[in-house]
């Protein structure tokens, strides 16, 4: 039996199970024989069980190597802080064949990371674009997503290609940015949203009037601020990992805020019609990007290779180096 291990079972990793077992269900409806499993792992036991609650995951394993043992791919569903030393215990416990894929955002450190603690493995970065964050675990999470993908230069086309499969089977699109492209604009998309975020607590409930503002506050400076309400070691650790890109972006932020400022501090009619310019602008943008125009000619046929996963992962994957 041919084995998918998920390791790390949160929102992410727990609908790329559901989507999986999906996917495989409908994959033996063609092929009754194929055996394949997915197999999920978890430091957090309460994570392994509510996985198994909701049939993410064939079964869990109590440790990471029983997790992992005679797998053929491996995904790790990890935020950035947590790659690494995962990675680390991997790399004694993989066989030559595995493939290993992730979904942190840096991908030019998790690429460099697998080449110094992967080396016998075949490594593709990943990082799935979710408009929005699983609130909890679906197998539509990636439907329509688009789905970044990062194989390491001198890595094996097969298993870059069971990677696309991987991700066609989840529902997604995938495409091959440049990491280091990838990676300044994750910073925009990312880390500058979280940023402001916290600033803008930082103003208004240290900027004096708090306790007032306290039972003021409402939904907006709520959903404001929601992005504060994540963990802040990631964040931290997000900062540090990027330090200069992030800087980058809270300069471009800030200048735009400073320009924002300067229209409002004017008072003239000028600067009112300046300031409705540069909102309706913003709204404008905001509404193209999240609700763009369905384009009514016919889409280029997609090359699928999600036949290059079910040969892996049923078996009829040549072995490297036989």
Not at 76 to 94: F, K
Not at 100 to 115: G, N, S
Request: overall charge negative; glycine content about 8%.
């Amino acid at each position: 039996m041919q084995r998918i291990t998920i390791v790390g079972l949160d929102n992410i990793g727990a609908s790329m199970g559901l989507a999986l077992k999906r996917w495989i269900g409908e994959a033996q409806k063609a092929d009754p024989n194929g055996a394949l499993e997915v197999v999920g792992f978890d430091y957090d036991v309460a994570r392994q069980r509510a996985a198994e609650r909701v049939h993410a995951v064939d079964r869990t394993q109590w440790s990471l190597s029983k997790a992992v043992q005679d797998a053929s791919l491996v995904v790790l569903a990890l935020p950035a802080n947590e790659t690494r030393e995962v990675m680390r215990e991997l790399g004694a416990l993989l066989s030559d064949d595995a493939i290993v894929t992730d979904t942190a955002p840096h991908k030019q450190q998790c690429l460099r990371w697998a080449a110094e603690l992967l080396p016998r493995v075949q490594f593709v970065g990943g990082f799935p674009i979710v408009p929005t964050a699983p609130e909890a675990p679906t197998a539509d999470a990636f439907a329509g997503a688009t789905y970044a993908l990062f194989p390491q230069p001198d890595g094996d086309q097969e298993s870059a290609q069971v990677v696309v499969g991987l991700v066609q089977a989840l529902g997604a699109e995938p495409f091959f940015p440049d990491p280091a492209e990838h990676d300044a604009l994750y910073a925009a998309a990312g880390i500058l949203p979280a940023l402001a975020a916290t600033a803008m607590m930082h103003t208004v409930a240290f900027g004096g009037g708090w306790k007032d503002m306290a039972k003021m506050g409402g939904g907006d400076l709520a959903a404001a601020t929601a992005l504060v309400g994540l963990d802040p070691a990631r964040l931290v650790h997000d900062v540090g990992l990027s330090p200069a890109e992030a800087e980058r972006w809270l300069d471009g932020y800030i200048f735009r805020l400073t320009e924002l400022r300067d229209l409002v501090r004017r008072r003239d009619p000028e600067a009112t019609e300046q300031v409705q310019r540069f909102i309706q602008d913003a709204h404008i943008v905001r509404e193209v990007w999240l609700h763009p125009q369905r384009s009514q000619t016919e889409k280029p046929e997609r090359f699928v290779v999600t036949d290059h996963l079910t040969r892996l992962l049923l078996g009829s994957r040549r072995r490297r180096g036989r």
